[in-house]
Nanobody, 124 residues
Framework: QVQLVESGGGLVQAGASLRLACAVS????????MGWFRQAPGKERQFVAA???????YYAEFVKGRFTISRDNAKNTVYLEMNSLKPEDTAVYSC??????????????????WGQGTQVTVSS
């Protein structure tokens, strides 16, 4: 059974940093695509970043230069380093695993497994 568990969320002030982690169990994810999405209250789930097993990364425009996605295949863990946080970054952040990489990395339907999410709140 594949499980994804996020950690690292919290309440921070604008301009601060957080590092989210997503631990994958039940599968060795070294060849899988991993993604991060977020969902704010009353809004649809939104793509944040993705990383292929090659290390190639992809970002939403609104986080380029501020967020960095990385992976440690030995630890079956993917990370999201978030810097210069803004109040509009407030959301539940979820990681996701894509088994087949159909190339639509920014779409929710691309991914097969999801974590429960971790809350990130940025105060002004």
């Amino acid at each position: 059974q594949v499980q994804l568990v996020e950690s690292g969320g919290g309440l921070v002030q604008a301009g601060a940093s957080l590092r989210l982690a997503c631990a994958v169990s039940g599968r060795t994810f070294s060849r899988d695509v991993m993604g991060w999405f977020r969902q704010a209250p009353g809004k649809e789930r939104q793509f944040v970043a993705a990383i292929r097993y090659t290390g190639n990364t992809y970002y939403a425009e609104f986080v380029k230069g501020r967020f960095t996605i990385s992976r440690d295949n030995a630890k079956n863990t993917v990370y999201l380093e978030m810097n210069s946080l803004k109040p509009e970054d407030t959301a539940v952040y979820s990681c996701a695993l894509d088994l087949s990489d159909k190339g639509r990395l920014s779409t929710v339907k691309e991914y097969n497994y999801w974590g429960q999410g971790t809350q990130v709140t940025v105060s002004s």
